[in-house]
């Protein structure tokens, strides 16, 4: 059984919905096995870090430090011409742009995380989430919509204000923007009407309810085997030795 207080996300749940087994190791036995997800492996350290390097540049833009500033602090190329695409979107800080807000709340009997690179809200109801993706490869957009994160956001963030506005107020108007620094003229971009929002909410609530009910040992190895290449639990499971190539890396966040 889960932990009284474990908290769903969309990463542990992307974890589920790609193979249960993979979710029981991680999430409820712990299991630390240090199995490479991604070959090559220098090349995927690299750009796990300056991941995480750009996702601090635009958080020190939205916290008000200047565009200058940030700029002369970047000697890496490729960090600079994502810099320099993130400017050309646009945005600018202010009190209704939330950078690296994390929203945790409780759902119908369970817990429930997301934490949003910026949060963009306009006017009393209506919100943009912005999500930076530098992934080296672009997915398609059918790939980019079957993802859990495209689910958990918004229902995360419309319970979330509909918490604090309450159940009267008109409904919350939400898209969602999957931005590309390397694909900077190619976003994803979802907008969900009322209709949506509840079905997503409604399908993301007999999910959790599926996996607070699974046994210990209904946790079943998933059947997409290619999947395992990018798991770094594959050995442990004898699935294979090999990471996946980087160039067919799926859709991740990093």
């Not at 963009?120 to 930076?132: L, P, Q, R, S």
């Not at 770094?232 to 859709?251: K, V």
Request: glycine share 4%.
């Amino acid at each position: 059984m889960l932990p009284a207080d474990f908290i769903f996300s969309q990463n542990n749940l992307q974890n589920y919905v790609d193979c249960k087994q993979r979710f029981y190791l991680e999430h409820i036995v712990g299991l630390d096995w240090p199995a490479v997800q991604t070959e090559p492996v220098l090349l995927q350290e690299e750009r796990m870090a300056a991941g995480s390097e750009f996702h601090l540049l635009c958080n020190r833009f939205f916290c008000g430090i200047p565009i200058e500033s940030i700029g002369e602090s970047i000697s890496n190329t490729q960090l600079l011409r994502w810099w320099e695409s993130f400017i050309a979107l646009g945005l600018s800080p202010s009190s209704n742009a939330l950078s690296e807000k994390t929203l945790t709340i409780p759902f119908h009997g369970y817990r429930l995380t997301a934490k949003l690179d910026l949060l963009v809200k306009e006017g009393k109801n209506k919100f943009i989430i912005y999500d930076w993706k530098t992934n080296a490869k672009r997915p398609s957009q059918l790939s980019a919509q079957n993802k859990m994160q495209t689910i958990v956001y918004p229902v995360t963030l419309k319970s979330y204000q509909k918490q604090i506005l309450g159940e009267n107020e008109r409904f919350i108007d939400i898209t969602m923007i999957y931005w590309y620094p390397e694909f900077p003229d190619q976003p994803h971009r979802f907008h969900f009407s009322e209709e949506q929002l509840d079905h997503q909410e409604n399908e993301l609530l007999s999910l959790l309810k599926e996996i607070s009910e699974t046994p210990l040992d209904g946790f079943f190895f998933t059947d997409e085997v290619k999947k395992c290449a990018f798991c770094h639990y594959r050995s442990y499971c004898n699935r294979g030795q090999n990471a996946g190539e980087s160039d067919e890396e799926p859709f991740t966040e990093e």
